[in-house]
């Protein structure tokens, strides 16, 4: 997803379909138990980091696995988060 | 046969029209379109889905009919869901009726991803034997059970537990489910035994540029299998029945997604064919209704 440059675009899609009602329309989470997605942690996290954790999903606190998406839909995810940093 | 399909058509499009009426903004389904087999997907904390599936078939003997199942799928936490059924049927040259109720609940025991994810599914069953909604095959389930008239049927009161270790693994944009069943009928029968198992992939892996309907990553397409495994008494094949469905999901806007499966029989015991139709809509985020906010 590297060189694609519509893959942040697409990455838009699926977080609106998939993240935004949790994280809210401008990433910045609810304050509470859901994240902001523009953060130093993200920013300091490789690709290949956030990609792992879209898999993983955090259960235990309500996160959910995202294995379940294909994995080009995973990276396009990643680029769009790289995106609004 | 008219009325009847007329019937059960009516209070599939008013369930469309009430999830898409009732729907307070953009909601999401990411179920796949399976009908019997379960894969580990559980519903997001907080979310609630309201699923209707529906089974058309003709046993041999009997009458053609038409068996409604509305699920109401929670997600108690990240790694917990608990789910209502309701079911019902509708008989042709017979009657209508609420066949009885299901409560389930989905739990996954390991709290990270592996090659194969367990879930660990328990089931209450209280159901009447005019049930025919299919969502599950075991024992020595087949056709005969379904053709007499429901006034006979539904003097047959179905208390039961059911049992369900479900193996599913993501790979490579592929689903592969398998579940194991064993039911026991809370009288003094014996354990059922069963199986399904599934396969599913998206038409396209990565998402469009643009918000698009028709687009092929939209469409989510497999197949299922399911049967019965005899029982403690009877371990055997022997008279048992065994489908095989394609299926077909459809991701439409505003998180409304249809599903649709021509399900055949694969030996004399099962029904020649099984229609089945889908219709979900996941409401987000439903315990910040009441708290006035996210949860």
Redesign the interface.
């Known amino acids: 997803m590297a060189g694609d440059a ?1 893959a942040p ?3 838009a ?2 977080y ?3 993240c ?3 994280h809210k329309a401008r990433a910045q989470g ?1 304050g ?3 994240p902001a997605l523009r953060s130093e942690r993200i920013r300091n996290a490789s690709d290949g980091d956030i990609e792992w954790f879209l ?11 995202w ?2 998406l ?4 995973r990276w ?1 995810l990643v680029a769009y988060l790289r995106s609004i940093q | 046969m008219l009325k009847l399909l007329v019937q059960i058509l009516s209070s599939f499009c008013w369930c469309g029209v009430y999830l898409l009426v009732l729907s307070p903004g ?1 909601g ?1 389904a ?1 179920d ?1 379109p399976y009908f019997v087999t379960y ?4 519903e ?2 907080g979310n609630l889905e309201v699923e209707t599936k529906t089974a058309l078939a003709k046993p041999d003997g009997g009458h053609r009919y038409g068996a409604l199942a509305t699920e109401l799928e929670y997600g108690m ?3 917990w869901t608990t789910e209502l059924y309701l079911d019902g049927q509708a008989t042709g040259q017979d009657s209508t009726l609420f066949t009885g109720f299901r409560i389930e609940n989905r739990v ?1 025991p390991l ?3 592996h090659f194969i994810n367990p879930v660990l599914y328990v089931e209450y069953e209280n159901t009447s034997g005019a049930d025919k909604t299919i969502l599950e095959v075991v024992g020595h389930d087949g056709q005969a059970d379904l053709a007499g008239p429901n006034g006979e049927l539904r003097k047959e009161h179905q208390h039961e537990a059911e049992l369900k270790l479900i193996l599913s693994s ?1 790979v ?2 592929w ?1 592969i489910s398998e579940n194991f069943i064993s039911e026991k009928n809370l009288g003094h029968e014996p354990w059922e035994f069963g199986y399904a198992v599934g396969a599913t992939r ?1 038409l ?8 698009c309907t028709f687009c092929a ?1 939209k469409f989510i397409t497999g197949v299922e299998g399911y049967g019965g495994l005899g029982n403690t008494d009877s371990l055997t094949m022997h008279a048992t029945s065994h489908y095989i469905a394609p299926v077909l999901g459809w991701q439409l806007p505003k998180g409304v997604r249809v599903s649709f499966s021509p399900g055949f029989g694969l030996t004399g015991s099962s029904l020649a064919r099984v229609y089945r139709a889908g219709l979900a809509y996941e409401f ?2 439903v315990g910040g209704w009441f708290h006035g ?3």
């Open positions: 519509e675009a697409s990455g899609q699926v609106r379909d998939h935004l009602k949790c609810d509470h138990k859901r898999r993983q999903g955090d259960l235990g606190h309500g996160m959910p696995s294995s379940s294909p994995e080009a839909q396009q | 953009l999401r990411q796949k894969s580990q997907d559980l997001e904390p936490r990240g790694w996954r709290m990270s991803e993501n490579k944009d689903n998206p396209a892996s990565a998402a469009s540029v643009r918000p990553e987000e985020q906010g996210a949860e």
